[in-house]
């Protein structure tokens, strides 16, 4: 999952559905000397009482009626076969690569259940509200349930945001259906089926068996498959190869709110060519058998990626294609998510592993799944020409800046952000710098940073982290089987690239409480350092112009929307923060000037030349109230500058594989 700036968090069929359903779900690694501990299953897949490996007895219909979209109503149908008796259905609670249990339940409305014609009654579970519980009546063999799923109007994150307008819609599976109880996931089939609306086309890496009349039938997948599988759909769509010619299809499927936003440029096409190859010869092999970046383009819908194995759901701003500056911020999105193939998907932290999505996950591998994704999604941009060089160092000079300026490591350590992130993902976003945030994708990139100079230096060279990836992403070519892996099993892999005490690097970084960022090293061995210039580069200018926000945050120590002077967030123990301010607050004047953006910037810029401090009137809901706000070095923008006689490791991280 990913959220690309400038937000402030920072989101199928396998090789052959038939034989994917016969396979093991996950082949697992056993963590050392590990208890079984409740609802985690660490141990090799077997049976196990109430989560059940043998198949579901029949296969699950699954209709759900789109034409009704653009008003944000999903109408649902399904079909379960049954047996008499006790009967509980779940409702996906805990969604793959969500890291929290966010399933929109409070969305689903209007449950209706019979059998054979007659209405059948069901109570929700008091200590599980995801659970409907029923009693199946004698000589009943299937059940109708009926409901409609309203889709998100405003807020939330991810699958709780927005995902239908009136040209538009992105169906995530997990939001519209209800499975039994008591069998993997895995062991459940279903045949779904969608009606659209008219004229609109679809995108999706599930198998059409039918299209007709705007109804489109899919074939029976398992519902572990079918909740990896998103699709998308409207009224402007457009498909481009990836790759031509390949034996193994990529192709990007795009929807938008406008025919305009569609216009995809020889160069971007060639760019995200470049990324399907970049990746190949990163990590050797993949592990699908076609793959679909799914890219929704729309100023309505919500803004983040979430990974799939063999697609992904990416939504971004409607002028993505034709904006430099929502490129620019939003280039590594797409190759993050498609890190997340192998990384998340194919190979995935054990205790992220679960039978059913109604296990919880634990998140305490977090800074791997996400973290080196995060990295390789960042140098995988500049490797395939969607950042330039100067760019993918704009970009690493802003993450640097965001993790240097986090008091919050003094309490809070880079562990504790991935094992609260289920938490962390939905706080607000004022006092982040203290109260730290999903810390695991940017600090977890430095971390990464470190470790991929630092096998460059033990090895005069001669190897680097491509090394680890190919070899612990690049098993098993082309099996669609998931294989899970813990602590150890990372540092064992990182030991036989690089002989070294990875375990105390590691735990030494994830653990650390203090005023620095352990992680500085990284880029030092990189040959750079951070810097500040009172002018911004491009990748500051574009963050200000789609944030519409001042980012003084690494100077006066606090960011302010420019259009009201609302003040957004503070640095805590900052200058701004021992001036009286905090988030919300709205700045009115500054030195006796009404509020304005280029107000503010010279008031700073002013007090750098006379040494005074910058007289702020302040309003805090009904009060008003004069700061002084005692800030003398002007403006201040992150930059990477040169490490004079150092190796220049960071340019070669980013130089394409040839």
Not at 7 to 35: D, E, I, N, Y
Not at 125 to 153: I, K, M, W
Not at 632 to 645: A, F, S
């Amino acid at each position: 999952m990913f959220t690309p700036e400038p937000r402030t968090a920072l989101l199928k069929s396998l090789l052959a559905l038939g034989l994917a359903a016969a396979m093991p779900l996950a082949v697992h690694a056993q963590p050392a000397a590990a208890a079984p501990v409740a609802g985690r299953y660490a141990g090799p897949v077997q049976d196990h009482p109430g989560l059940g490996l043998t198949p579901y007895p029949g296969t699950l219909q699954l209709h759900v009626d789109l034409t009704d979209a653009p008003r944000k109503i999903f109408r649902v149908h399904e079909t379960i076969p049954v047996r008499p008796g006790p009967l509980t259905l779940y409702y996906p609670k805990w969604i793959p690569g969500e890291h929290s249990p966010s399933g929109p339940l409070a969305n689903v409305v209007g449950v209706e259940i019979t059998g054979n014609g007659r209405r059948i009654a069901w109570h929700r579970g008091l200590l599980d509200l995801y659970a409907l519980h029923l009693d199946v009546p004698a000589g009943v063999g299937t059940l109708d349930l009926g409901f409609q799923f309203l889709s998100p109007t405003g807020g939330g994150e991810f699958g709780q945001s927005v995902s239908a307008t009136p040209r538009l819609v992105d169906l995530e599976w997990n939001q519209v259906v209800f499975y039994p109880a008591g069998w993997y996931s895995r062991a459940i089939t279903v045949q779904p089926s969608v009606r659209l609306p008219s004229g609109w086309q679809f995108g999706t890496t599930l198998t059409r068996t039918r299209d007709s009349a705007g109804r489109v039938d899919f074939a029976p997948v398992t519902l572990n498959n079918l909740v990896d599988s998103p699709l998308i759909a409207g009224q402007y769509f457009r498909s481009f190869d990836l790759d031509p010619g390949a034996k193994v299809p990529v192709h990007l499927d795009i929807v938008a709110d406008g025919e305009k936003y569609l216009k995809l440029g020889g160069r971007q096409l060639g760019d995200f060519r470049n990324l399907v190859q970049q990746a190949y010869r990163l990590f050797g092999t993949h592990h699908y058998a076609h793959y679909t970046f799914l890219l929704t383009l729309s100023d309505n819908t919500g803004h983040f990626g979430l990974e799939h194995h063999q697609s992904s759901d990416d939504r971004l701003g409607a002028d993505y294609l034709v904006n430099p500056d929502t490129r620019l911020l939003g280039a590594a999105l797409l190759p993050h998510e498609y890190v997340h193939s192998w990384n998340g998907k194919f190979r995935r932290p054990y205790d992220l592993w679960t039978p059913n999505f109604n296990v919880p996950e634990r998140d305490d591998l977090l800074w791997v799944y996400e973290g080196l994704t995060n990295y390789y999604g960042m140098v995988l941009a500049a490797r395939s020409g969607l950042w330039t060089p100067q760019q993918f160092r704009e970009a690493m000079a802003a993450t640097t800046a965001s993790m240097t300026f986090r008091p919050g490591r003094q309490w809070r350590p880079l562990q504790d952000t991935a094992d609260e992130a289920s938490i962390l993902y939905y706080t607000p976003g004022a006092w982040a710098t203290w109260r730290r945030q999903v810390d695991f994708y940017a600090e977890g990139t430095l971390l990464w940073l470190d470790v991929d100079t630092k096998i460059r230096a033990l090895t005069h060279g001669r190897k680097s982290l491509d090394d680890f990836a190919r070899q612990f992403f690049g098993i098993h070519p082309g099996s669609p089987v998931t294989v899970t892996y813990t602590f150890d099993d990372v540092v064992k892999a990182l030991n036989q690239v690089a002989p070294y005490d990875w375990a105390g690097f590691l735990r030494t970084r994830l653990d650390y409480v203090g005023n620095a960022l352990p992680e500085a090293d990284g880029l030092a061995r990189a040959g750079w350092k951070l810097g500040f210039t009172g002018t911004p580069d491009s990748y500051q200018k574009a963050m200000a112009a789609q944030s519409h926000a001042i980012n003084q945050m690494y100077g006066a120590g606090l960011t302010v929307a420019e259009k009201d002077g609302r003040v957004i967030d503070v640095l805590w123990d900052g200058p701004a923060f021992r001036a009286g301010l905090a988030p919300g607050m709205r700045i009115l004047a500054v030195d006796g000037r009404s509020w304005g953006a280029d107000v503010l910037a010279d008031a700073l810029r002013e007090a750098a030349r006379t040494r005074q401090p910058v007289s702020l009137l302040v309003r805090n809901l009904d009060y008003v109230s004069t700061l002084k706000l005692d800030w003398t070095g002007g403006l201040r923008y992150p930059v990477l500058q040169r490490l004079p006689g150092t190796p220049d490791r960071l340019d070669a991280i980013a130089a394409p594989r040839r």
